[in-house]
């Protein structure tokens, strides 16, 4: 059973820091790794979306890599914002099945 | 293109009662999910369907049923609603890889 964890569990930093989510996964033979944002009382929204054969994704100020052989993800978000605030959520995909972390809440202060 | 839609979006049962969640999408996608999510925990697969006329049991499924008549649509039944299935409720959608995600449907059981 895939098991996905998330840590820290929440993050406050203050306006332009740079941002370190980290994401692990206990089976390695995965099809992809996405990340999502989940505003509070909100749907999830995909961020990034990391096949099993990259190491890495990039979409404008979110860059996420992908280590399967360690079973780990990292997002990172350059230059943090107040908008950036929400729950991130990893999801590791084992056939058409998702496995989703607890999340990581950020409060970015301005 | 409305993407994956969700009916109710709120809903207040007393133990005992049933009810059924709808999830629509219109973008042809032969993959459906229902999950649920509490705090603290993720989100958590109920069922899951691979195709019109098929179902599947995923991580948590008791006490839910389910049924995908139509390709565009994926019904969640609750027969006797408890309090312990009070949480959010979403929805999701497969294109190749990836899954596309409805607003979510609060349920509150009294």
């Known amino acids: 059973k895939q098991e996905v964890t998330q840590i820290p569990a929440a993050l406050s930093v203050p306006e332009g820091e740079n941002l370190v989510l980290n994401c692990s996964f206990t089976?390695?033979?995965?099809?992809?790794l996405q990340w999502f944002r989940q505003d509070p009382g909100k749907g999830l929204t995909s961020l990034l979306l990391i096949q099993s054969s990259q190491r890495e994704q990039t979409s404008g100020r979110l860059n996420a890599s992908l280590d399967k052989s360690s079973g780990r993800s990292t997002l990172y978000i350059a230059a943090s914002q107040p908008g950036d605030s929400a729950t991130y959520l990893c999801?590791?995909?084992?056939?058409?099945?998702?496995?989703f972390g607890a999340g990581t809440t950020v409060t970015v202060r301005a | 293109n409305a993407g994956v839609t969700q009916t109710p979006k709120f809903r207040v049962l007393k133990t005992g009662q049933s009810m059924t969640l709808l999830c629509a999408q219109d973008?042809?996608?032969?993959?459906m999910y229902w999950y649920r999510q509490d705090p603290g925990m993720g989100l958590r697969l109920i069922h899951y369907?691979?195709?019109?006329?098929?179902?599947a049991k995923g991580e948590v499924p008791d006490g839910y049923n389910v049924s995908r008549l139509k390709k565009q649509n994926f019904l969640l039944g609750l027969e006797s609603a408890a309090p312990s299935q009070t949480s959010v409720y979403f929805c999701a959608s497969n294109r190749g890889r990836e899954q596309y995600f409805g607003p979510g449907t609060r349920l509150t059981v009294t």
């Open positions: 999801a590791v995909a084992n056939d058409y099945k998702l496995s």
């Open positions: 369907s691979v195709g019109e006329g098929t179902t």
């Open positions: 973008m042809n996608h032969e993959y």
């Open positions: 089976d390695s033979a995965i099809y992809n």
